[in-house]
């Protein structure tokens, strides 16, 4: 398990009242699976890595299955919307 910084933006910071969390995870969606505990436990809010935009030490990551290491750190943000 790695122990990574997990940093929120945009409408998921809004919506879960997170900025800033430290989770342990092996891989990418093992971290949006205890991300989406938090969350919606306490704030009936979802994260869905199809929606968002996910970077990992400043690279754009498309894949779900990424291997994470201790120290990286994950930014999550919402989709762009607006009109």
Known sequence: MA???VKLFGV????THISDIEIEAEKLSDLLEELN???VGEHKSSISFSDA???ING???KKKKFKLSDGDEVW???P???G
């Open 3 to 5: 122990k990574v910084n």
């Open 12 to 15: 998921y910071r809004v919506d």
């Open 37 to 39: 505990k938090i969350a």
């Open 53 to 55: 935009s996910v970077f």
């Open 59 to 61: 690279t754009n990551c």
């Open 76 to 78: 999550i943000l919402s």
């Open 80 to 82: 762009a919307s607006g």
